[in-house]
């Protein structure tokens, strides 16, 4: 088992009604790998610049992530985001992004990272996505977009999603992509593009799986609400974590990817993004623990389970 | 086992996407009986005009519903909503409201609406929800709100509040009616005001129900997805029937009201709303049948489960 993510390794400036961070590492296989780590091997692929530094570097190899195919840009500088949130913490307002030495990236993967089992490629652009996507050949693959290809290169990214098992995006992007207001045969139009399973990630309210199992063409929908938590600081990152979480488990449980293990990596996938809000940036699940993600995993379970035959009559 | 709503019984011209409706059954206290009657029996309180004739009375006592505590007022006419939905059905836009006989309206609970053992205070102005709660010494009662009495009616509808069991509202509503963001939070200040229950109605994300046990003082979360849909007609209505769904189930099972049935309460009042907005008004609903309840039922419950376990290892 072994996962190789591409995707923004970056510094982040993000102010919320309940603090701010001036300089803080972030970018989404940052996020992704943090979570997916406590599954199994994860190797992020990108560019950085040169302020990104040992520190950094220490940071991610202390929790036993791979950090050969960090690509180290001598004179450039690494991924920058400003943003910030105001009373809907739903709602990202993006203040500055700076690509830096993404502007220039060519995905070279190493070996190891070619020979993952599992490949998620992050939120860039979508022709990197399939460069990536051709170099690896992985059997259970993923991605996440954003609305911004979906306007300036819609035709690249249907051709990315075409090329994975999974998509995960937020349902209004799934909507937009397909041009279909109904959610659900919205995630019908995306499998019909390729992918067996669409996530749709709804912030807050959680997140909905639509399947279709490739041997017998069976549809199924599964969905978790957001696990409840009264003190969110800054959901930076929390989409990435949640993917962390869900396709790290998957790698995880190896080729073993039918509908229960894919119900379980939603509920992985929903905790890690709960975690990843607490606290500003990486702070909360760089220094989380397996036994409290396990914990909240069935907690979670015990908040969605109800049964189904009725109580006798008095 | 027998539950009086007091509530709008109201005609309604609606426009959605898929369809035009230019004079309909409709009003709060419509849906709510109509969802309700599957599982007990059903007293709808309120004012009608002389527009509302034995077409609907039949209509409604056709499907067991007491219709003696309907008030017809000669000369008058009954409340009228007219509103139309666009490409998102989450939001209904108002075009006119004509208040009609609902403008004199002064509850007078006949002596069976009075000795029910469950109540519930639709949507309407808050000191009338206070007035017919006074008369009604009901076990268990819930209200539902509207944004409209948060803005201009916010002391009465919280003294209303402190006089329920159970309170259900959209979660902007529960948000602005405590001014906390969080909606954990919100909740939780809703039930310091006095209800042992929180019912947030999040559209097409489903519901969510915040607990506290009277006993132990324990509190619980629990939550379910809205039922996936291919085809949305008119979510007119779709809150009522979620209401009539829960509150009916609730009165059906008598004085058992603890967190399993809390549960299924949640999940008779996902699946009432979801047939609610498959067609135009009461369409659905008012040709429903019970084992179709049963089976979507049992539909939500697989939808909704996952294991705990991690499946074994390769």
């Given amino acids: 088992m072994a996962l190789t993510v591409v995707g923004s390794i970056a510094f982040d400036a ?14 989404a296989a940052t996020h992704f790998s943090l979570a997916a780590r406590f599954f199994t091997e994860v190797r992020p692929v990108g560019p950085v610049g040169d302020d990104f530094v040992a520190e950094q ?3 991610l190899e202390a929790r036993g992530i ?46 190891a990272a070619q020979a993952a089992d599992t490949l998620f490629l992050a939120n860039i652009q979508p022709d990197l996505q399939r460069q990536v996507r051709s170099q690896c050949a992985a059997g259970f693959s993923g991605l996440d977009s954003m609305n911004l290809w979906i306007d300036i290169a819609k035709d690249s990214l249907l051709a990315a999603v075409a090329e994975v098992d999974c998509v995960v995006l937020n349902d209004a992007e799934i909507r937009m992509l397909t041009g279909e207001s109904n959610l659900a045969r919205a995630a019908r139009a995306v499998m019909a593009m390729g992918p067996r399973a669409v996530v749709a990630k709804q912030g807050e309210y959680g997140a909905a799986l639509f ?7 069976e549809e199924s929908f599964f969905a978790l609400p957001g696990f409840p938590l ?12 949640f993917a962390g979480g869900f ?4 790698d995880g449980v190896d080729d073993d990817l ?43 379970r015990r908040m969605t389970q109800f049964e189904g035959l009725p109580a006798p009559r008095d």
């Fill in 66 to 111: 791979k950090t050969d195919d960090i690509e180290r840009v001598a004179g450039g500088k690494s991924f920058f985001w400003r943003g910030h949130y105001d009373f809907d913490l739903n709602v990202a307002h993006t203040d500055d992004t700076q690509l830096g030495v993404f502007g220039e990236f060519e995905p070279k993967l190493s070996d």
């Fill in 258 to 300: 039918d509908e229960a293990n894919l119900r379980r990596a939603m509920g992985y996938g929903t905790v890690l993004a709960s975690f990843n809000v607490e606290e500003f940036g990486t702070e909360r699940v760089s220094r989380l623990e397996r036994a409290e993600i396990d914990e909240r995993f069935e907690a979670l």
């Fill in 211 to 217: 399947t279709k199992d490739p041997a017998t063409g």
């Fill in 247 to 250: 396709f790290g488990y998957l």
């Fill in 57 to 59: 570097f220490e940071l």
């Fill in 14 to 27: 993000v102010k919320t009604p309940f603090g701010e961070r001036e300089r803080m590492l972030g970018g």
């Fill in 230 to 241: 009264e003190d969110v600081r800054d959901p930076t990152g929390a989409g990435d974590s």
